[in-house]
């Protein structure tokens, strides 16, 4: 049925969710998740090229070439960086991206030097309340106020150094993942390896179903999203639409499920565009996908990025909905699917407006509506005529 959406193959997501989870890829340390995604891409048969840092750009080829469309998820994820080594030993951190080092706390952790692997835990100054007594729990919430304890014979600065350890080396911490039977996907670093996870999926459907997209998409694969560049260098083609792919906050005040898309209209950037924001919403409508809308204060995405580059593009986000971001994180394999079949249903669809293709051909005629003139200077709040304002002043 040329209407229907391919199927999806939710084992595959949810495999190379897991897998991808067991790579560590805080940004500035993805090169294996990188690998993983492009052997991911050659199974599938979506050709790709790499950026000079690893940006993955492919090209899933649709009937026509222009205007053609991208979608974008990141690899990299949160994590931490060796700061300072202590006089005891112990290692001060610096986070990259932006969290809370409350949610670092407690964590086991993996330690990259020039040399080797080292593993460790992250702990408060203040440790052990048979020591500290009540002073545990009054002590401040910050980076300045954890340290990392490594698992190595070590209590001075200079044996530290000696295992390896040098200012600059990555920390990631451990995905702990747990996928129940209730269908809750728990873990770290569902952002954005679950949007990965979802992309490939519907790529892997469109693909096996043998249907051809109207128009070239390119997926990418971004590795700086977490400290705000994203993909602001990672476009060269004539695109025309950028769909986001990231993930959408579970808490109060916000309008996400874990059990369903969401289509983002605004973060911290401001609004998305329009016209492919409602194209999205009315795919989800169409295909009977569970979709929310939603608004994030404190949250920017690659298509921000890509139009804070200087880019001329419509861009829109698509979520899986996630309660507790950028600390454990629980997704649910419902709302993964729902996002997983708006993107298929995207691939498919048509372009939002084929004149996008010659942007500096368009005219006043071809050129968008958001509502009709009529209606939208139709208003109960008169104002005064321009006559009444300006008048005819007899001369002096």
Not at 324 to 346: K, V
Request: include cysteine; charged fraction near 25%.
């Amino acid at each position: 049925m040329p209407g229907k959406l391919p199927d999806l193959d939710l084992d595959y997501l949810q495999r190379v969710l897991l897998e991808m989870l067991a790579i560590p890829s805080p940004t500035g340390f993805t090169d294996t998740i990188v690998r993983y995604v492009a052997e991911r891409l050659e199974e599938i048969g979506i050709p790709f090229e790499l950026t000079r840092r690893g940006t993955i750009r492919g090209t899933l080829k649709g009937r026509r070439y222009s205007p053609d469309r991208a979608v974008s998820a990141h690899l990299d994820t949160i994590g931490a960086i060796v700061r300072e080594v202590h006089a005891n030993g112990r290692i001060a951190l610096a986070p990259v991206g932006c969290w809370s080092s409350r949610f670092a706390e407690g964590s086991r952790v993996s330690v990259f030097t020039d040399h080797g692997v080292l593993r460790g835990s992250v702990l408060p100054l203040m440790a052990s309340g048979h020591a500290f007594n009540t002073q545990v729990d009054q002590l401040p919430i910050s980076w300045d106020h954890i340290e990392l304890r490594l698992d190595a014979m070590t209590a001075s600065r200079d044996e530290t150094l000696a295992l390896g350890v040098e200012v600059g080396d990555f920390i990631a911490f451990d995905p702990l993942p747990e996928f129940t039977d209730s269908g809750h996907i728990s873990a770290r670093h569902l952002d954005d390896k679950a949007g990965v996870a979802a992309l490939l999926a519907a790529l892997k459907a469109v693909v096996d179903s043998g249907r051809e997209p109207p128009i070239d998409c390119h997926p990418l694969f971004t590795i700086t999203e977490e400290t705000g560049s994203g993909a602001a260098a990672a476009l060269h083609w004539d695109v025309s639409e950028f769909v986001g792919i990231d993930i959408a906050p579970v808490a109060p005040g916000q309008q996400s499920c874990e059990q369903t898309a969401t289509v983002a209209l605004q973060d911290s950037g401001g609004p998305y565009d329009y016209h492919l924001s409602r194209h999205l919403l009315k795919q989800a409508e169409k295909h009977g996908i569970p979709v929310r809308r939603d608004l994030f204060r404190y949250y920017h995405s690659d298509a921000q990025s890509a139009v804070a580059a200087g880019h001329d593009i419509r861009t829109a986000l698509l979520a899986f909905g996630c309660d507790a971001t950028h600390g454990y994180e629980r997704t649910h394999i419902d709302g993964l699917a729902a996002l997983a079949r708006l993107i298929c249903a995207y691939l498919l669809s048509p372009p939002v407006f084929a004149s996008d293709a010659k942007p500096e051909k368009a005219s006043l005629e071809r050129f968008s509506h958001q509502l009709e003139h009529d209606a939208q200077m139709e208003s109960e709040t008169r104002v005064p005529t321009v006559d009444s304002l300006v008048g005819t002043r007899e001369p002096e």
